[in-house]
């Protein structure tokens, strides 16, 4: 009989424990490489994923704010995803590949790169000027 209770308690702790795993949400703030709204639009794109909440970039400070929930997301998936979409982060930097295949004016790693601002060839829908 005795034999009996140590699985139970076992199976017990496991729920619990699961119950309290699905509420954990983060919120984070950490630096990501980006200097116009296009870069913001991709960012956050890039992040309409399962497990984000919410995910507010902003490309003056270079700073992403995400809140995920980390039993369907973690923070290595959101690194890769901006990653793929050519965006370093403050812990994962995207490959010359990835970062290569970005819009010429989203260069954020090369401080001369043109500002999209005054870029001719950019798309105009969309575009962000205000400041
Ligand atoms: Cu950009």
Redesign the pocket.
Known sequence: MKKLLFPITLIFLFLTSNTFAQDKVVDETFWVG??????ED?IEKALDLKGIKMADYD?EKQELHVVYKTTKITRKQIDQALNAVGHDTATSKATDEQYNN??G??K?RDPNAKS?ESGDDHEDEDHDDED
């Open positions: 980006g200097v116009c709204g296009m870069c991709r490309h970005m819009h004016c989203c954020y999209c």
